[in-house]
């Protein structure tokens, strides 16, 4: 398999995945900005949308969107409990954080990151994006992990976007279950294996 990843972008979610399931990969750099591979070939080849993640399998066969492929990624490692199976209400649940952290938390953050995107609605799209993380912020005050006890591929994603707010001045520091548990995940060995890989930390 190999993982076309942006350091730091959401491609870090299934990242994360990667090394908690013990799987073999090879991560191959794109530039989101020049849209170009470390060989100097066009990533539009790969993907006409131009952004990351993108996940190739062995036979060529190429997945996008993060939300899909982290679960695809957990389905090839059961043993590992990253994704409940399918078919069961814990599989749907995972999948509504999915979609909440990708049309919620995810695509709130992205005016932000458009330098076009006027100044005086900026304060409009970080007062939405931080209701919806203090709403997450109370959830993560009865439970560790978004799924209840264990670690999911959910978790992989909220951390990853979760920690774009530095970079785009949103102030998260009140919020300290969700600073608490951005702790506990940052500090499990696959995911500083992955943000190693992506030069993000020593």
Known sequence: MKLYYSPG???????????????VYEPVLANTKTHQLQ??????????????????LD?????????????????QAP???LAPAHGTLARYRLQEWL????????????PLFIPSTPEDYKPQVKERLLARLRW????????P????????VADAYLFTVSGWAPYVGLDTSGLKNLQAYRERIAA???????MKAEGLIK
């Open 79 to 81: 043993d590992k409990h």
């Open 136 to 143: 997450l912020d109370g959830e993560l005050a009865q439970q």
């Open 9 to 23: 972008a959401c491609s870090l979610s299934p990242h994360i995945v990667l090394h908690e399931a013990g799987l």
């Open 145 to 152: 992990y978004l799924m209840g006890a264990a670690f999911s």
């Open 59 to 75: 036979d060529g066969t190429r997945l996008r969107e993060g939300a899909v492929i982290v679960q695809y990624l957990a389905d």
């Open 99 to 110: 979609t909440f952290i990708g049309t919620e938390v995810h695509k709130g953050f992205t």
């Open 39 to 56: 060989d100097g070939s066009d990533f539009y080849a790969i993907n006409p949308l131009g952004y990351v993640p993108v996940l190739e």
């Open 188 to 194: 499990r060995p696959a995911v500083q294996a992955a």
